[in-house]
């Protein structure tokens, strides 16, 4: 049985094996979809099928697809003009401008998220987008108008059941903006938060557990990778989730005067118009986009910079890379200092403390805790010997071994600890550390 005998293949978007796109565009106006299949050379046709080689036959979404049809999904209605790189961005960002207040930096770095989920399926890893801030302060304004400008946006929010959510992104891909995100959940277990944890890495889907029409057990991996666009009050519990979004904090000046109060319905046709024209750049550069690791910012652990190399790879301008890099150097201070001051940073510091402490033969887990209760909180209740001992095994991942009937950490452990209190800043990369004791 050959693909069309299995009937015509509703479709959003293909990267065919010749490098040419497929795309869906709906004509609000007319209420009609359309395929458009193009590629590096700018020429781009308009489909309602379109046959492969195999025999698979491609077919637009239909306009009535309640999704399309109310705006659920935002999709180009044409190829735009493209002209340069360089025009595009200025233009998303004269729109962002007009509509939203933020910072300067994140103006630019908005501007260029646009850019980069139209082509974020060139890269392996991306980054999120996030404001955060209290009610009040822009952020559902700002999804709007940062959202309705990329690529095949769905809109949903944090009171969305899990269920479509999941089938939109694996069925259409796309940027999900998804507004009030800390309402439905707040912890690694929780379902959307499995979504922005294995969604920002190609290739690792997350598995949902399904029924056939026989009933039998017939789990499906659903994709998740894409753009993310979210606001949220706070922030999540999860750390390594934390370290996936290019946050932007709302509702710490006044805003600018020339904000209109309220968004005007031409903003639906303006970014319908930028929509086609990013369509038009998507169909030129997709096939040439990479990685970039030389533009990747000095001084920042590794997880940043992976995080954020596709979005620095689409900035030609070398100022804006400095600014970039300069906020996320301050990222990496503000998480050094998170980690300087919780638990496991305290323990560590402890630890450093007493291993450069030359008088000592070896190091107890008793004396971790004396010191550790020496520099807390004269309010709080001391730590035990137990609960260090437990920190150390299972946060620290450090070994703790009996010797006369004493818990004590071996010589050899202060290779781990050293590089420990880099990580958690209690001493900066390359600082040299006292040699053990004789």
């Known amino acids: 049985m050959t693909d069309r005998d299995k009937g015509p293949t509703p479709t959003v978007s293909r990267v065919l094996p010749d490098g040419r796109l497929v795309e869906l565009l709906y004509d609000p106006e007319r209420r009609v979809t359309a395929l458009a299949v193009g590629g590096p050379d700018g020429e781009a ?8 080689p195999d ?27 493209f002209t340069t790189q360089g025009t595009l961005i200025a233009q998303i960002q004269a729109f962002l401008h007009r509509y939203v207040d933020l910072s300067p930096v994140f103006e630019e770095i908005a501007a260029h998220y646009v850019l980069l989920s139209w082509v974020y399926d060139a890269f ?7 404001l955060r801030g209290d009610y009040g302060t822009g952020k559902t304004r700002a999804l709007i108008a940062i959202g309705s400008l990329c690529y095949k946006p769905f809109f949903a929010s944090g009171a969305s059941t899990v269920s479509p959510i999941f089938h939109v992104l694996d069925a259409f891909g796309g940027t999900l903006v998804l507004d009030e995100a800390d309402f439905r959940f707040s912890d690694a277990t929780a379902p959307l938060s499995k979504i922005l944890n294995n969604g920002n890495v190609a290739g690792l889907p997350v598995l949902r557990t399904m029924t056939n029409r026989h009933k039998e057990l017939n789990p499906r991996a659903f994709r998740v990778y894409g753009p993310k666009l979210i606001a949220m009050r706070h922030s999540f519990a999860d750390r390594a989730l934390e370290s996936r979004f290019l946050t932007e904090e709302t509702g710490q000046r006044p805003l600018r005067p020339d904000i209109p109060i309220q968004l005007p319905p031409e903003l639906q046709a303006e970014a319908r118009t930028l929509r086609n024209s990013l369509l038009a750049w998507r169909l030129t550069h997709r096939s040439t986009v990479r990685s970039d690791a ?17 979005l620095l790879s689409l900035m030609d301008d070398p100022a804006l890379r400095d600014r970039v890099h300069a906020e996320l150097g301050r990222e990496q201070a503000r998480i050094a200092q998170e980690r300087a001051a919780s638990p496991e940073g305290r323990v560590v510091q402890v630890l450093i403390e007493l291993f450069d402490d030359r008088s000592r033969g070896r190091v107890s887990v008793s004396a971790v805790a004396d010191a550790f209760n020496r520099t807390g909180d004269p309010g709080r209740a001391p730590a035990s010997a137990r609960w260090v001992g ?27 600890v050293e590089a420990l209190a880099v990580r958690y800043g209690v001493r900066p990369t390359g600082a040299p550390s006292e040699p053990p004791p004789p």
Do not use: M
Request: proline residues 5%; hydrophobic residues 45%.
């Open 55 to 81: 025999g698979e036959r491609l077919v637009p979404y239909g306009a009535d697809n309640n999704l399309i049809a109310t705006g659920c999904v935002l999709l180009p209605s044409a190829v735009g003009v």
């Open 390 to 416: 437990w920190l150390l095994r299972d946060r620290l991942k450090l070994t703790a071994t009996k010797s006369n009937g004493v818990f004590v950490l071996a010589a050899s452990e202060r290779a781990k």
């Open 124 to 130: 392996n890893e991306l980054p999120y987008l996030r």
């Open 294 to 310: 030389g533009r990747q910012a000095a001084g920042v652990e590794p997880r940043l910079n992976q995080t954020a190399l596709s």
């Open 45 to 52: 046709v308009l489909h309602e099928t379109f046959d492969l």
